[in-house]
């Protein structure tokens, strides 16, 4: 159990942390529109602490790989759904739901695929 929630954990802060750090160190609201370059990267740079995220935490997650990587992409999508009810429809909390849930699926999926023999 103390695997799982340790999985959980660091597999969200795989994700968080350098996303809340992509915005503080540009100066850029996530909640307001943004050049597309801007948005583009941010998106792709979200994907992959997503997918990290959920690899890596299914990797600590010990036996229950896929239910701690479904479990970083609900946080995920409650932060999301949080930030639009908050302010508004915009570009990152979506971008969140429709590309970083499902990256930190595919992160947990991998790891399964990657050592069969931990799956749960």
Request: glycine share 12%; hydrophobic share 55%.
């Amino acid at each position: 159990m103390l695997r799982t929630m340790a999985g959980i954990i660091l597999g969200y802060l795989i994700f968080a942390v350098p996303s809340y750090l992509l915005f503080r160190l540009t100066h850029v609201d996530p909640h307001a529109p943004a050049s597309l370059g801007f948005e583009a990267f941010s998106v792709g740079y979200g994907i992959v602490f997503s997918f990290l995220g959920g690899y890596i935490g299914a990797s600590v997650g010990g036996k229950r790989t896929l239910w701690v990587a479904f479990m970083i992409a609900a946080i995920i999508a409650a932060g999301a759904i949080a930030s639009m009810m908050a302010t508004r429809i915009n570009w990152s909390p979506m971008s969140a739901l429709i590309c970083m849930v499902p990256a930190a699926l595919v992160g947990g999926w991998i790891r399964v695929r990657r050592h069969p023999t931990a799956s749960g």
